[in-house]
């Protein structure tokens, strides 16, 4: 058992935003440990359903995706594309799968999630179309106010996933922090604030008392 300030205080915030997320109508729930988050998730979704995702370190550190391999799952797996159109091809085709699992770049106390995205893909599915969206998040995530995930969003989410471009050219690639820019490869195309959820209970959110993600 992890007694360390930051697990004892995670297990007492944890639940908190859960509830507020649930206030919402988001269906969330908390868990201390990644384990359980992943049995979770993964008993969300049903054996019959096509699952998809956007692109987040979370879902990767977790593993899901190779989990749903090996549940024989039916996945659109963009990242197995053999070329770019194709790849752009399965993106469109998620927007319409049962489940489609990704994260947030930020979450505020009182329940809101923010996601800056480059295509829209990801914003896309999580607003509408997919039967139901997972979103998984660690505690990192958190903060105070709306305010605060915005800027978390723009000014630590965006610039640290941008060192994982290295084909990408803009100022935060180059400077390690927010440019406010209009360049072309800008990961903050769309900035995306969900604020309720409908109808309710579309939108799980399962959140890990860990540091999971940017």
């Not at 908190?16 to 729930?29: E, K, Y």
């Not at 965006?158 to 209009?182: I, V, W, Y």
């Amino acid at each position: 058992m992890n007694t360390s300030p930051q697990s004892i205080r995670n297990d007492k915030l944890g639940p908190q935003v859960a509830q507020a997320l649930r206030d919402r109508n988001f269906d969330a729930r908390y868990y201390s440990h990644r384990e359980e988050a992943i049995s979770a998730i993964l008993s969300l979704i049903p054996k019959t359903d096509t699952v998809s995702w956007g692109g987040s370190m979370t879902i990767e550190a977790l593993g899901i995706q190779d989990r749903l391999a090996s549940l024989g799952l039916r996945v659109i797996d963009r990242d197995a594309a053999p070329t770019r159109e194709e790849r752009l091809e399965r993106m469109r085709q998620a927007l319409l799968c049962d489940t489609f699992l990704t994260s947030a770049n930020a979450i505020s106390e009182d329940g809101c999630l923010v996601n800056v995205d480059g295509f829209g893909n990801r914003v896309g599915a999580m607003l509408f179309g997919p039967k139901q969206v997972i979103v998984a998040a660690g505690l990192n995530k958190v903060v105070k106010t709306l305010e605060d995930a915005v800027t978390r969003a723009r000014t630590i989410a965006a610039p640290l996933n941008m060192q994982r471009f290295s084909a990408l050219k803009t100022p935060c690639a180059e400077t390690g922090k927010c440019g406010n820019c209009k360049s072309p490869d800008s990961i903050c195309s769309y900035i995306v604030t969900l604020r309720l959820c409908k109808p309710a209970g579309r939108i799980k959110v399962v959140l890990i008392g860990e540091s999971l993600g940017l």
